[in-house]
């Protein structure tokens, strides 16, 4: 099985911040690799597929890049909205395999 | 318009066995390079890969719960069953299908079912 390493585990940020969220593979997952919004109590919503292509209808503050093992979310001036949990999610091989997910709280 | 909407008990006893149905529109499980899969995610904790069906009857599963999950489709119906059997309170979860497939990973969820696994 592939595992994937999502870090960090939590953040804090303030509106109008940079953030950034890893997810490490511990093989070649070739671009594999989706990014989803959940906020408390509601359905995770994908933000980017196939690492960096984003998905219609969200805001172009979020993109994806990396390569090989490692790739990264990143949240361009972080608005209100955002404060949520991210999850990375490996589809290169069954079983696809979700990252730990990442808190993103006001500071 | 795509919807997916899961259904079946929202309590059940250890030991028993969980059937839950996803029934969906909006796209067709006979269609090229659509799949369905199933996800589910204890309270508080991460989401989890539980099994998936392609549109041609390729199935997958997590070996996590490979002997006791089971994934069916039905594309008269227009629904993907899943069961799990011999449960156990470790199985109590909210539990999501979501259209998808390697590229487009999961790009349409339901509203998700609160299972709870107690006696």
């Known amino acids: 099985d592939i595992q994937v390493t999502q870090s960090p585990a939590s953040l804090s940020a303030s509106v109008g911040d940079r953030v950034t969220i890893t997810c490490r593979a511990n093989?070649?997952?070739?671009?594999?690799i989706s990014w989803f919004q959940q906020r408390p109590g509601k359905v995770p919503k994908l933000l980017i597929f196939?690492?960096?292509r984003l998905q219609e209808g969200v805001p172009s503050r979020f993109s994806g890049s990396g390569s090989e093992t490692d790739y990264t979310l990143t949240i361009n001036s972080l608005q209100p909205d955002d404060f949520a949990t991210y999850f990375c999610l490996q589809t290169y091989n069954t079983p696809w395999t979700f990252g730990q997910g990442t808190r993103i709280d006001i500071k | 318009q795509i919807t997916l909407r899961e259904s079946g008990p929202t309590l059940v006893k250890p030991t028993q066995t969980l059937t839950l149905t996803c029934t969906f529109s909006g796209f067709s499980l006979t269609t090229s390079r659509v799949g369905v899969a199933w996800i589910r995610q204890p309270p508080g904790k991460a989401l989890e890969w539980l099994a998936l069906?392609?549109?041609?009857?390729?199935?997958h599963y997590s070996p996590s719960l490979k002997n006791r999950v089971t994934i069916t489709k039905d594309t008269s119906t227009n629904q993907v069953v899943l069961t799990l059997t011999n449960v156990d309170p470790v199985d109590t979860a909210a539990y999501y299908c979501a259209k998808g497939n390697r590229i487009d990973a999961l790009n349409d969820w339901g509203q998700g079912i609160l299972v709870t696994v107690s006696s």
């Open positions: 093989q070649n997952i070739y671009n594999y």
């Open positions: 069906v392609y549109w041609d009857d390729d199935k």
């Open positions: 196939f690492a960096s």
